[in-house]
């Protein structure tokens, strides 16, 4: 029996061709990412999660293809995100949809900053708590 190998780091909640997603009350207490979509997601609410012990990123969009561009939507409110080793946020590269965000705060390590986000040029209409 052959045991797949995967290098990829972890997350609370990972998942690909999802409609919409709900992300709500989690806490990350140690791993990659809070949560990581793949390629066909399309839309989602991340709520009251605590991702702030994420080692990569906290949230990230690791797609190839699919739903990209204004199809692809997100709600984030209310999370303690953390930036790892890279982002606290990384969307699709080629168009990186639309992320509403809203009384998030942002850490790193235990440090509360700016949001960083992947690429600098995603739309990202954001409301954080200083």
Not at 78 to 105: A, C, V, W, Y
């Amino acid at each position: 029996m052959q045991i797949p190998n995967y290098t990829n780091t972890g997350a609370a909640f990972e998942g690909a061709k999802i409609e919409y997603a709900n992300i709500a009350g989690n806490k990350l207490v140690a791993g990659g990412h809070g949560a990581r979509w793949q390629t066909d997601a399309i839309s989602g609410l991340v709520l009251k999660n605590d991702f702030a012990a994420a080692s990569f990123r906290a949230l990230a969009y690791t797609g190839t293809n699919g739903n990209i561009g204004p199809a692809f939507r997100f709600t984030i409110l209310r999370n303690s995100l953390g930036q790892g080793s890279q982002f606290h946020l990384k969307g699709p590269s080629m168009d990186p949809g639309i992320f509403f965000s809203s009384e998030n705060t942002f850490k790193d390590g235990t440090i509360t900053v700016n949001p960083f986000v992947d690429p600098s040029s995603a739309p990202v209409h954001t409301r954080y708590k200083p």
